[in-house]
Protein backbone atom coordinates (compact mmCIF):
# COMPACT_ATOMS: atom_id res chain seq x y z
CA UNK A 1 0.00 0.00 0.00
CA UNK A 2 1.06 3.32 -0.86
CA UNK A 3 -0.40 4.98 2.45
CA UNK A 4 2.12 5.01 5.44
CA UNK A 5 1.92 3.25 9.18
CA UNK A 6 5.40 4.28 10.13
CA UNK A 7 5.74 4.38 13.84
CA UNK A 8 1.70 4.31 14.26
CA UNK A 9 -0.35 2.26 16.47
CA UNK A 10 -2.95 0.89 14.09
CA UNK A 11 -6.44 -1.07 15.15
CA UNK A 12 -7.43 -3.27 12.43
CA UNK A 13 -10.85 -4.18 12.25
CA UNK A 14 -12.95 -6.79 10.41
CA UNK A 15 -16.46 -8.52 10.00
CA UNK A 16 -15.01 -11.21 7.48
CA UNK A 17 -13.28 -13.85 9.40
CA UNK A 18 -10.10 -13.54 10.34
CA UNK A 19 -7.91 -16.17 8.17
CA UNK A 20 -10.21 -14.68 5.34
CA UNK A 21 -7.28 -13.92 2.39
CA UNK A 22 -7.95 -10.38 1.79
CA UNK A 23 -7.72 -9.24 5.91
CA UNK A 24 -4.44 -10.97 6.21
CA UNK A 25 -2.89 -9.51 2.90
CA UNK A 26 -3.98 -5.99 5.07
CA UNK A 27 -2.79 -7.05 8.30
CA UNK A 28 0.74 -8.24 6.98
CA UNK A 29 1.02 -5.17 5.25
CA UNK A 30 0.56 -3.07 8.12
CA UNK A 31 2.53 -4.94 10.26
CA UNK A 32 5.23 -4.33 7.93
CA UNK A 33 5.46 -0.75 9.22
CA UNK A 34 3.33 -0.57 11.76
CA UNK A 35 4.53 -0.37 15.33
CA UNK A 36 2.06 -1.86 16.42
CA UNK A 37 -1.30 -3.56 15.21
CA UNK A 38 -4.50 -4.57 17.03
CA UNK A 39 -7.06 -6.68 15.76
CA UNK A 40 -10.61 -6.78 16.36
CA UNK A 41 -12.06 -9.84 14.82
CA UNK A 42 -13.73 -13.66 15.01
CA UNK A 43 -13.44 -16.51 14.04
CA UNK A 44 -17.04 -17.47 14.38
CA UNK A 45 -18.96 -19.52 11.49
CA UNK A 46 -21.95 -17.23 11.65
CA UNK A 47 -22.03 -14.44 10.19
CA UNK A 48 -24.61 -12.22 12.62
CA UNK A 49 -22.15 -13.58 15.42
CA UNK A 50 -19.43 -12.50 14.34
CA UNK A 51 -21.14 -9.02 13.33
CA UNK A 52 -22.07 -8.54 17.30
CA UNK A 53 -18.77 -9.45 18.61
CA UNK A 54 -16.84 -6.97 16.65
CA UNK A 55 -19.80 -4.02 17.78
CA UNK A 56 -19.10 -5.08 21.28
CA UNK A 57 -15.51 -4.98 20.94
CA UNK A 58 -15.78 -1.63 19.29
CA UNK A 59 -17.82 -0.26 22.24
CA UNK A 60 -15.46 -1.33 24.85
CA UNK A 61 -11.94 -0.19 22.91
CA UNK A 62 -10.47 3.35 23.94
CA UNK A 63 -9.82 4.27 20.57
CA UNK A 64 -7.23 7.61 21.51
CA UNK A 65 -4.57 4.95 22.50
CA UNK A 66 -4.68 4.80 18.13
CA UNK A 67 -3.20 6.53 15.61
CA UNK A 68 -5.07 4.83 12.47
CA UNK A 69 -8.01 2.88 12.58
CA UNK A 70 -7.94 0.22 9.27
CA UNK A 71 -11.93 -1.05 8.78
CA UNK A 72 -11.47 -4.07 6.54
CA UNK A 73 -14.16 -6.08 4.26
CA UNK A 74 -17.74 -4.08 4.54
CA UNK A 75 -16.77 -0.59 6.34
CA UNK A 76 -20.82 0.08 6.05
CA UNK A 77 -21.41 -2.56 8.48
CA UNK A 78 -19.05 -0.48 10.89
CA UNK A 79 -18.17 3.19 10.24
CA UNK A 80 -21.54 5.06 10.28
CA UNK A 81 -22.51 3.19 13.74
CA UNK A 82 -19.45 4.10 15.34
CA UNK A 83 -18.44 7.26 13.19
CA UNK A 84 -18.49 9.19 16.51
CA UNK A 85 -15.66 7.05 17.55
CA UNK A 86 -13.37 8.01 14.87
CA UNK A 87 -13.46 11.29 14.90
CA UNK A 88 -9.73 11.80 16.62
CA UNK A 89 -8.24 9.05 14.71
CA UNK A 90 -7.20 8.61 10.97
CA UNK A 91 -9.54 6.42 9.59
CA UNK A 92 -8.63 3.83 6.77
CA UNK A 93 -11.46 1.65 4.63
CA UNK A 94 -11.09 -1.42 2.31
CA UNK A 95 -14.30 -0.23 0.52
CA UNK A 96 -14.08 -3.89 -1.89
CA UNK A 97 -17.51 -3.72 -2.46
CA UNK A 98 -20.36 -1.28 -2.92
CA UNK A 99 -23.40 -1.78 -1.15
CA UNK A 100 -25.68 0.27 -3.15
CA UNK A 101 -24.14 -1.29 -6.86
CA UNK A 102 -24.45 -4.84 -5.45
CA UNK A 103 -28.16 -4.97 -3.95
CA UNK A 104 -29.39 -3.05 -7.03
CA UNK A 105 -27.42 -4.23 -10.33
CA UNK A 106 -25.55 -6.81 -9.45
CA UNK A 107 -28.00 -9.00 -6.97
CA UNK A 108 -31.04 -7.22 -8.69
CA UNK A 109 -32.38 -7.03 -4.98
CA UNK A 110 -33.71 -3.81 -5.31
CA UNK A 111 -34.81 -1.40 -7.91
CA UNK A 112 -32.56 1.71 -8.77
CA UNK A 113 -34.95 3.86 -7.73
CA UNK A 114 -36.57 2.48 -4.56
CA UNK A 115 -36.25 3.43 -1.16
CA UNK A 116 -33.89 0.81 -0.47
CA UNK A 117 -31.12 1.85 -3.02
CA UNK A 118 -31.48 5.28 -2.15
CA UNK A 119 -30.45 3.32 2.04
CA UNK A 120 -28.08 1.30 0.25
CA UNK A 121 -26.77 4.30 -1.86
CA UNK A 122 -26.74 6.44 1.46
CA UNK A 123 -24.79 4.09 3.38
CA UNK A 124 -21.98 3.71 0.85
CA UNK A 125 -21.82 7.83 0.65
CA UNK A 126 -21.88 8.07 4.56
CA UNK A 127 -19.02 5.54 4.99
CA UNK A 128 -16.86 6.69 2.19
CA UNK A 129 -16.85 10.51 3.22
CA UNK A 130 -15.30 9.21 6.33
CA UNK A 131 -12.78 7.89 5.46
CA UNK A 132 -9.03 9.57 4.66
CA UNK A 133 -7.71 7.16 2.83
CA UNK A 134 -9.61 4.40 0.45
CA UNK A 135 -8.37 0.87 -0.60
CA UNK A 136 -10.29 -0.63 -3.85
CA UNK A 137 -9.49 -3.76 -5.67
CA UNK A 138 -9.42 -2.25 -9.28
CA UNK A 139 -8.75 0.83 -10.83
CA UNK A 140 -11.58 0.51 -12.18
CA UNK A 141 -13.72 0.17 -8.94
CA UNK A 142 -11.63 3.25 -7.87
CA UNK A 143 -12.77 5.56 -10.83
CA UNK A 144 -16.53 4.11 -10.10
CA UNK A 145 -16.46 4.78 -6.50
CA UNK A 146 -15.36 8.12 -6.81
CA UNK A 147 -18.01 9.71 -9.44
CA UNK A 148 -20.59 7.63 -8.15
CA UNK A 149 -20.25 8.72 -4.50
CA UNK A 150 -18.57 11.93 -5.15
CA UNK A 151 -15.46 11.15 -3.45
CA UNK A 152 -11.39 12.79 -4.53
CA UNK A 153 -9.94 9.98 -6.27
CA UNK A 154 -6.66 10.84 -5.26
CA UNK A 155 -7.98 9.30 -1.74
CA UNK A 156 -8.35 5.94 -3.23
CA UNK A 157 -5.42 3.62 -4.24
CA UNK A 158 -5.98 0.10 -5.53
CA UNK A 159 -4.63 -2.85 -3.82
CA UNK A 160 -5.13 -6.11 -5.82
CA UNK A 161 -6.20 -9.28 -4.75
CA UNK A 162 -3.47 -12.41 -4.42
CA UNK A 163 -4.07 -16.23 -4.11
CA UNK A 164 -3.17 -18.16 -0.83
CA UNK A 165 0.18 -19.67 -2.19
CA UNK A 166 0.42 -22.03 0.60
CA UNK A 167 -2.59 -23.94 -1.47
CA UNK A 168 -2.79 -22.65 -4.56
CA UNK A 169 0.92 -23.23 -6.52
CA UNK A 170 2.30 -24.73 -9.79
CA UNK A 171 1.97 -28.86 -8.74
CA UNK A 172 2.21 -32.00 -10.73
CA UNK A 173 -1.41 -33.81 -10.73
CA UNK A 174 -2.04 -36.85 -13.36
CA UNK A 175 -4.70 -37.02 -15.10
CA UNK A 176 -7.42 -39.91 -14.36
CA UNK A 177 -6.91 -42.66 -16.84
CA UNK A 178 -10.44 -42.09 -18.47
CA UNK A 179 -8.90 -38.33 -19.17
CA UNK A 180 -5.39 -39.01 -20.27
CA UNK A 181 -6.92 -38.05 -23.88
CA UNK A 182 -8.84 -35.33 -23.25
CA UNK A 183 -8.01 -31.76 -23.05
CA UNK A 184 -9.82 -30.87 -19.63
CA UNK A 185 -11.21 -27.23 -19.28
CA UNK A 186 -12.75 -26.43 -15.76
CA UNK A 187 -14.62 -23.77 -14.19
CA UNK A 188 -15.20 -23.06 -10.40
CA UNK A 189 -16.84 -20.39 -8.57
CA UNK A 190 -19.96 -19.78 -6.13
CA UNK A 191 -22.33 -18.99 -9.52
CA UNK A 192 -23.27 -15.15 -8.48
CA UNK A 193 -24.40 -13.31 -11.28
CA UNK A 194 -22.01 -11.59 -13.04
CA UNK A 195 -19.79 -14.68 -13.22
CA UNK A 196 -21.78 -15.24 -16.41
CA UNK A 197 -22.12 -19.51 -15.96
CA UNK A 198 -25.37 -18.95 -18.26
CA UNK A 199 -22.46 -18.01 -21.02
CA UNK A 200 -20.14 -20.91 -20.03
CA UNK A 201 -23.00 -23.35 -19.76
CA UNK A 202 -23.79 -22.12 -23.23
CA UNK A 203 -20.29 -22.90 -24.64
CA UNK A 204 -20.80 -26.49 -23.33
CA UNK A 205 -23.54 -26.91 -25.37
CA UNK A 206 -21.79 -25.73 -28.77
CA UNK A 207 -19.16 -28.03 -27.60
CA UNK A 208 -20.46 -31.20 -25.82
CA UNK A 209 -19.82 -33.61 -29.50
CA UNK A 210 -16.55 -32.42 -28.72
CA UNK A 211 -15.82 -35.57 -27.47
CA UNK A 212 -11.52 -35.16 -26.86
CA UNK A 213 -12.71 -32.22 -25.00
CA UNK A 214 -13.86 -32.77 -20.79
CA UNK A 215 -15.20 -30.22 -18.82
CA UNK A 216 -15.70 -30.02 -14.89
CA UNK A 217 -17.94 -27.30 -13.21
CA UNK A 218 -17.43 -26.89 -9.60
CA UNK A 219 -20.16 -24.76 -7.98
CA UNK A 220 -23.41 -25.06 -6.36
CA UNK A 221 -25.42 -24.72 -9.68
CA UNK A 222 -29.19 -24.63 -8.93
CA UNK A 223 -32.20 -25.36 -11.23
CA UNK A 224 -32.07 -21.69 -12.37
CA UNK A 225 -29.33 -22.76 -14.87
CA UNK A 226 -29.81 -25.09 -17.67
CA UNK A 227 -27.62 -27.51 -16.80
CA UNK A 228 -25.69 -28.97 -20.60
CA UNK A 229 -26.16 -32.51 -19.80
CA UNK A 230 -23.37 -35.09 -21.82
CA UNK A 231 -20.69 -37.59 -21.01
CA UNK A 232 -17.75 -35.25 -21.60
CA UNK A 233 -19.34 -32.57 -18.97
CA UNK A 234 -18.93 -33.60 -14.89
CA UNK A 235 -20.69 -31.09 -12.90
CA UNK A 236 -19.37 -31.24 -9.01
CA UNK A 237 -21.11 -29.31 -5.99
CA UNK A 238 -18.38 -28.39 -4.12
CA UNK A 239 -14.72 -29.23 -3.00
CA UNK A 240 -12.55 -28.39 -0.83
CA UNK A 241 -9.53 -25.71 -1.40
CA UNK A 242 -6.96 -28.50 -1.33
CA UNK A 243 -9.16 -30.73 -3.32
CA UNK A 244 -10.07 -27.95 -5.77
CA UNK A 245 -6.30 -27.20 -6.71
CA UNK A 246 -5.23 -30.57 -7.61
CA UNK A 247 -8.09 -30.66 -9.78
CA UNK A 248 -6.66 -27.05 -11.18
CA UNK A 249 -3.60 -28.91 -11.68
CA UNK A 250 -4.74 -31.54 -13.77
CA UNK A 251 -6.32 -28.98 -15.92
CA UNK A 252 -5.23 -27.82 -19.45
CA UNK A 253 -7.48 -24.64 -19.48
CA UNK A 254 -8.87 -22.85 -16.88
CA UNK A 255 -11.81 -20.40 -17.44
CA UNK A 256 -11.80 -17.35 -15.12
CA UNK A 257 -14.17 -14.73 -16.35
CA UNK A 258 -16.10 -12.53 -15.95
CA UNK A 259 -18.26 -13.73 -18.77
CA UNK A 260 -21.37 -11.14 -17.72
CA UNK A 261 -21.25 -8.25 -19.91
CA UNK A 262 -24.82 -7.21 -18.56
CA UNK A 263 -23.47 -6.55 -15.02
CA UNK A 264 -20.91 -3.61 -14.97
CA UNK A 265 -19.73 -4.93 -11.56
CA UNK A 266 -18.14 -7.26 -14.02
CA UNK A 267 -15.85 -5.00 -16.29
CA UNK A 268 -14.72 -3.50 -13.32
CA UNK A 269 -13.56 -6.72 -10.99
CA UNK A 270 -10.96 -9.07 -11.59
CA UNK A 271 -12.25 -12.56 -11.05
CA UNK A 272 -10.41 -14.09 -7.62
CA UNK A 273 -9.47 -17.02 -9.14
CA UNK A 274 -7.67 -15.40 -11.94
CA UNK A 275 -5.11 -14.91 -9.17
CA UNK A 276 -5.05 -18.40 -8.30
CA UNK A 277 -4.56 -19.64 -11.98
CA UNK A 278 -1.74 -17.53 -12.50
CA UNK A 279 -0.41 -19.01 -8.73
CA UNK A 280 -0.39 -21.81 -10.35
CA UNK A 281 0.88 -21.07 -13.47
CA UNK A 282 -2.25 -22.09 -15.92
CA UNK A 283 -3.55 -21.11 -18.90
CA UNK A 284 -6.87 -19.10 -18.43
CA UNK A 285 -9.39 -17.37 -20.22
CA UNK A 286 -10.94 -13.88 -19.35
CA UNK A 287 -13.31 -11.54 -19.65
CA UNK A 288 -12.21 -8.85 -22.04
CA UNK A 289 -12.71 -5.80 -19.92
CA UNK A 290 -10.90 -2.21 -18.56
CA UNK A 291 -10.40 -4.19 -15.08
CA UNK A 292 -8.63 -7.31 -16.18
CA UNK A 293 -6.30 -5.30 -18.95
CA UNK A 294 -5.30 -3.22 -15.91
CA UNK A 295 -3.23 -6.49 -14.58
CA UNK A 296 -2.77 -8.91 -18.02
CA UNK A 297 -2.26 -8.88 -21.48
CA UNK A 298 -2.35 -10.53 -24.82
CA UNK A 299 1.31 -10.93 -24.48
CA UNK A 300 1.34 -13.19 -21.68
CA UNK A 301 1.75 -16.62 -21.97
CA UNK A 302 -1.02 -18.28 -20.73
CA UNK A 303 -3.81 -15.25 -20.72
CA UNK A 304 -6.56 -15.47 -23.48
CA UNK A 305 -8.76 -12.67 -23.64
CA UNK A 306 -12.83 -13.38 -25.09
CA UNK A 307 -15.52 -11.15 -25.73
CA UNK A 308 -18.28 -11.38 -22.64
CA UNK A 309 -21.56 -12.14 -23.05
CA UNK A 310 -20.99 -14.44 -26.14
CA UNK A 311 -21.15 -18.40 -25.64
CA UNK A 312 -20.22 -19.02 -28.96
CA UNK A 313 -16.97 -16.74 -28.90
CA UNK A 314 -16.46 -18.93 -25.62
CA UNK A 315 -16.43 -21.84 -27.38
CA UNK A 316 -14.53 -21.18 -30.51
CA UNK A 317 -12.07 -19.83 -27.73
CA UNK A 318 -11.62 -22.83 -25.85
CA UNK A 319 -11.31 -24.80 -29.18
CA UNK A 320 -8.68 -22.01 -30.07
CA UNK A 321 -6.93 -22.65 -27.05
CA UNK A 322 -6.65 -26.32 -26.94
CA UNK A 323 -5.06 -26.10 -30.58
CA UNK A 324 -2.52 -23.57 -29.29
CA UNK A 325 -1.90 -25.09 -26.04
CA UNK A 326 -1.23 -28.50 -28.06
CA UNK A 327 1.37 -27.05 -30.25
CA UNK A 328 3.47 -25.29 -27.96
CA UNK A 329 3.95 -29.30 -26.48
Known sequence: MKVS???EKVLFITTKNLDYLRNSQEIELIKSEAKSVDVIGSQKKSYLKRLLYVNMKILLTKFRKYDTVFVGFSPQLIVPIWAWKFRKVRLIEDFFISVYDTMVFDRKRFKKNSFMA???KYLDKKTISKAEHIICDTNAHGDYFSSEF???RQKIETLYLKADIGIYHPMNIDKDDKLKDKFVVLYFGSILP??????ILGALDKLKE???LYFYIVGPINNKFN??????IEYIEWLSQEKLAEMIAMSD????GH???EIDKAKRTIPGKAYIYEAMNKPMILGDNEATRELYSDSMHNVFFVEMGNALALAEKIIQCKKELHERK
Not at 194 to 199: E, S, V
Open 5 to 7: FKN
Open 118 to 120: RIC
Open 150 to 152: NVE
Open 194 to 199: LQGLDI
Open 210 to 212: EKD
Open 227 to 232: KSESDN
Open 253 to 256: LCLA
Open 259 to 261: FNK
